[in-house]
């Protein structure tokens, strides 16, 4: 048996994910960029590879000796980063992967995906099967390299991934909204009743593994999730419950929010400013994001461990314990 690559190991999912893999005695390596933070991948005995996966030879010179890969590296956090750089993280970076795994004979490639690629579901929850409709750059890259990644199904062993909304330890795109709910500063845009569907970390490495070792898993997409959605009414007050503070009464109409996030995009983004508002942002207010997890369920064995209040409490002591909130 060779090593397993976990791509992005130095991110949040990636580092749950390559330090399961390690604690069940897999020899994992994770290609990482000259500046990313190693020194839990380390302390973990995960090997490091500098690697730019843009580069096609970069990604050949660093792939001696892996046997399966699970692919997780994205485009992601830089919502401003230019339509070419998605691309070349989220595009050519798989296709280069997808190419090193052919000519290595690799046994498995499990491809993360999202659930982003859906759009806003108008009929939910949604199945895999549900048509797709991404709504930004980040997302029609995701989708067109979840694509490319399933072209290669008859020439690889491979699945794709779609998380949900992720939380727990290590996480940092919910803070924003728990730090809001325990400065008792959150205002609901929006009528509150939009819905939203999170996986608690531990729940959604389960589901990587399922899909990297299961035979039925071949050629298939999962979405994983946890065990059910909510409004956002109902998480914000999980949240305000799991930090002991009040739930949140205070809401302001949507119409107006979103012209003010369309207005501010076309006015900063042109001069290269972060809009302080942008329309993915209120998104969160405003699409329904619910979904049917009953294919991982019944192909994959798949089954969410941790409740959705236990997840929030965890993921609320961690940013206490960083005195983030
Ligand atoms: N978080 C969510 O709620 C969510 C939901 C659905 C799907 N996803 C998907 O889940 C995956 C992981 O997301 P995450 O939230 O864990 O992201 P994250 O914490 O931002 O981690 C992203 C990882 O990708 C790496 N990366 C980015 N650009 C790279 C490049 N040019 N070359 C090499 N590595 C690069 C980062 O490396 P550095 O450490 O060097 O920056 C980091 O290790 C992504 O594929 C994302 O699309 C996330």
């Known amino acids: 048996m060779g090593k397993t690559l976990v791509t992005g190991a130095s991110g949040f999912t990636g580092s749950h994910l390559a330090s399961r893999l390690a604690r069940e005695g897999r020899s994992v390596v994770s290609f990482v960029r000259p500046t990313s933070d190693v020194s839990a991948l380390e302390e973990s005995g995960i090997e490091c590879r500098v690697a730019d996966i843009r580069e096609r030879r970069s990604v050949e010179a660093a792939f001696e000796g892996i046997s399966d890969v699970y692919h997780v590296a994205a485009a992601y956090r830089t919502e401003h980063a230019d339509r070419d750089e998605f691309r070349r993280v989220n595009v050519d970076a798989t296709r280069h992967l997808l190419d090193a795994s052919i000519a290595a004979a690799v046994r498995r490639f499990v491809h993360c995906s999202t659930v982003g690629v859906q759009g806003n579901i108008d009929d939910p929850p949604a199945t895999e099967a549900y048509r797709v409709a991404p709504g930004d750059h980040y997302q029609e890259t995701k989708l067109e390299g979840e694509r490319l990644a399933l072209s290669?199904?008859?020439?690889?062993?491979?699945?794709?991934?779609?998380?949900?909304?992720?939380?727990?330890?290590?996480?940092?795109?919910?803070?924003?909204?728990?730090?809001?709910?325990?400065?008792?500063?959150?205002?609901?845009i929006g009528s509150g009743r939009t819905l939203y569907h999170m996986t608690y970390i531990d729940d959604l490495v389960d589901g990587f593994l399922l899909a990297g070792t299961r035979p039925e898993a071949l050629g298939e997409v999962f979405t994983i999730g946890g065990a059910r959605y909510t409004t956002l009414n109902e998480l914000v007050g999980l949240i305000a419950d799991v930090l002991g503070r009040p739930r949140p009464r205070l809401r302001i109409p949507m119409a107006p929010i979103h012209a003010a996030a369309v207005a501010c995009e076309a006015v900063f983004t042109p001069l290269g400013l972060n809009p302080p508002l942008y329309p993915r942002r209120v998104e969160f207010f405003r699409n329904d994001r619910a979904f049917d997890i009953s294919k991982a369920r019944r192909l994959l064995g798949y089954q969410p461990r941790v409740d959705l209040e236990e997840g929030l409490r965890r993921t609320a002591e961690w940013y206490r314990r960083h005195g983030w909130i």
């Open 152 to 188: 290669y199904a008859g020439r690889l062993p491979l699945s794709v991934v779609r998380p949900v909304g992720i939380h727990g330890p290590g996480d940092r795109r919910f803070l924003k909204l728990f730090r809001a709910v325990d400065r008792m500063r959150f205002v609901m």
